[in-house]
């Protein structure tokens, strides 16, 4: 089955740059109304993460079918120079400040897939 790859619509200013999310076409560093939508790159590194430990407040959050777990959320810096708030998706949760990341889903909020620090090799 084939799915199509995630994107996340930002915005880049014609004036000075600077890249924006979400998308807006007011820039965030300049104020000009001069900016135009653009994909963001789909991989980064985690910044910093916390993990949840409990279920948040519903709505907005939507539980599982099977139920809360705790989950790592995080800002995920791209190489454009911004950092994305997102859900992290790993096995564990420990030591993923300066994982990489890749981004699995934009909805309902950005969800990214964290692989550990070093590739271990198996076997
Ligand atoms: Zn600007």
Redesign the pocket.
């Known amino acids: 089955m084939k799915r199509q790859q995630a994107v996340l619509q930002g915005s880049e200013?014609s004036?000075?740059?600077?890249v924006g999310f979400p998308a807006s076409e007011h820039?965030a560093?300049?104020?000009?109304p001069?900016?135009q939508p653009r994909e963001l790159s789909r991989e980064g590194t985690v910044w910093t993460y916390t993990v949840q430990q409990f279920a948040p407040k519903s709505p907005p959050y939507v539980p599982p079918p099977e139920g809360f777990s705790p989950f790592a959320v995080g800002f995920v810096e791209l190489p454009e120079g911004i950092r994305i708030s997102a859900i992290l998706d790993c096995e564990d949760f420990t030591d993923l400040t300066g994982a990489h990341a890749v981004l699995v889903a934009t909805e309902p909020v950005p969800r990214f897939a964290v692989k550990p620090h070093t590739e271990e090799v198996n076997g």
């Open positions: 200013c004036t000075c740059g600077a820039c560093r300049c104020a000009t001069t900016a």
